[in-house]
């Protein structure tokens, strides 16, 4: 029996990075336009398609595990395996013949051919050109990633990006004020912007740093609020801080990956060494008219990191922001750190890690103090039944990485829909009850 599209069904695993995600959804959505059917159960699926992250060990060690696993479903019963994404990328050629269960192995660049790729498989000859380009959502309907830019054009030297996914390459203005309202029109209340470095966005198309243009064509849709991900503390100008603090549709947050905090390993990292500057730009955001929450992320057990190294950015974190990530450095053959010999030992870096943590827990906690009592809008995004509480975020929450707040209503309530909620309490996350139902 020749098969059509209509008769393939195709199951999805996205691994890695929220610009991942969003090439994923891309990718759904030319599949279904073109007659495939999109199942969530792989097991189901004929079709398996993984896009994969490369940017850490941990995140190969994932990208392969899943590769595996779809090979024994594939043993099971037929299917087709579709790799994507920055493993795929970085390493298809030498790793195509250590995985034979693939069937095909994408770079990021064939993604949008992916319709292509699939009617291979199945020697389909139907024609389809897309006249509608637009994405298949995998968040919840009430948030959304808009991916503003791909590639990266700085020299982090532990960083493999730039290797992968090649120079920074922004998306122009129009187009992206096209996906955000239709983005706005399926439901989606709150916007996240998101790139290798959000800051930069505009440097290649405009000759100049266009972010705050962009996103003052943003605001004129109606979200809720508009998020920016992934800011690099050296381009976190007036101009941007101003129109965050000043525009009532920007959630009061700004994600600053810092990296660390001492001078000698920010120089061997290729980051912004002088960090007296980055000291003035966090004092600069905490003395703004409105709170604007600062999440950051940090290396930790970088080579030649020595152990007063790592106290100070304990000393640093323990009251200096609201939110920040942890992760233990990953050795990237290709990048400049790489050949770097003097290395710290894995528990060193773990028992470091630890510290780091715990200093941020206190920190958090102290910077939550300021919303006590106070009455705050609360997006709405699930229940806890154990805790018998509603779960939701504020503005200075990003989803998923964040603190999140628990709070009761005397009235049902509706996922995505905003309430005013009065905060009570503080264990780490916010506790509180609804006041308003507007």
């Known amino acids: 029996m020749v098969k059509t599209r209509k008769d393939i069904k195709i199951g999805c695993i996205t691994l890695g990075c929220d610009k991942n995600r969003v090439d994923t959804e891309k990718m759904l959505f030319l599949l279904s336009d073109a007659g495939y059917k999109l199942v969530e159960d792989i097991e189901q699926s004929d079709v398996i398609l993984i896009n994969t992250c490369a940017f850490i060990k941990a995140a190969k060690e994932e990208a392969i595990q899943n590769i595996l696993m779809a090979g024994e479903l594939k043993k099971a019963s037929e299917k087709k395996i579709v790799v994507t994404g920055c493993f795929s990328t970085r390493y298809r050629e030498e790793i195509v013949n250590d995985l034979p269960e693939v069937d095909v192995f994408l770079n990021i660049d064939e993604e949008k051919d992916i319709v292509d790729v699939v009617d291979n498989l199945f020697k389909i000859k139907e024609k389809y050109n897309c006249l509608n380009e637009s994405r298949i959502l995998t968040t919840p309907p009430h948030y959304a990633y808009l991916k503003i830019a791909d590639g990266c054009n700085k020299k982090c030297s532990y960083c493999a990006i730039p290797m ?228 939701g975020r504020t503005e200075y929450c990003a989803p998923e990485i964040d603190t999140k707040v628990y709070f009761t209503s005397k009235i049902p309530l509706d996922i995505g829909n905003v309430y005013k909620v009065k905060i009570t309490k503080i264990d780490f996350n916010l506790i509180g009850e609804v006041v308003s139902y507007e």
């Not at 943003?218 to 800011?231: A, E, M, N």
């Not at 730009?281 to 970088?302: H, Q, V």
Request: proline fraction near 3%; hydrophobic fraction near 35%.
């Open 164 to 391: 992968i996914r090649g120079k920074y390459k922004s998306t122009p203005i129009e187009t992206l004020k096209i996906e955000a309202q239709k983005l706005y029109e399926s439901g989606v209340k709150e916007l996240i912007l998101v790139a290798q470095d959000t800051t930069a966005y505009g440097i290649d198309l405009y000759n100049k740093l266009a972010i705050v243009d962009l996103l003052k064509e943003l605001v004129k849709i109606d979200f809720w609020k508009i998020r920016l991900l992934y800011t690099y503390p050296e381009l976190v100008t007036d101009e941007l801080l101003y129109f965050i603090c000043k525009n009532e549709k920007m959630a009061k947050y700004l994600d600053i990956p810092l990296q660390h905090v001492n001078p000698r390993i920010l120089k061997l990292m290729n980051r912004p060494s002088d960090f007296k500057k980055t000291q003035e730009l966090i004092n600069k955001i905490r003395n703004m008219d409105e709170y604007i929450a600062i999440r950051s992320t940090f290396i930790c057990g970088f080579p030649t990191e020595k152990e007063e190294d790592s106290e100070e950015l304990v000393k640093f974190i323990s009251n200096s922001l609201d939110y920040a990530g942890f992760f233990i450095y990953s050795r990237e053959e290709g990048t400049e750190s790489y050949n770097i010999k003097e290395k710290v030992l894995k528990k060193d870096a773990k028992i470091r890690q630890t510290k780091c943590e715990k200093a941020q827990v206190i920190s958090t906690i102290k910077h939550q103090e300021r919303l006590l009592d106070k009455e705050v809008e609360v997006i709405y995004e699930g229940i806890d039944f154990k805790r018998g509480k509603f779960i």
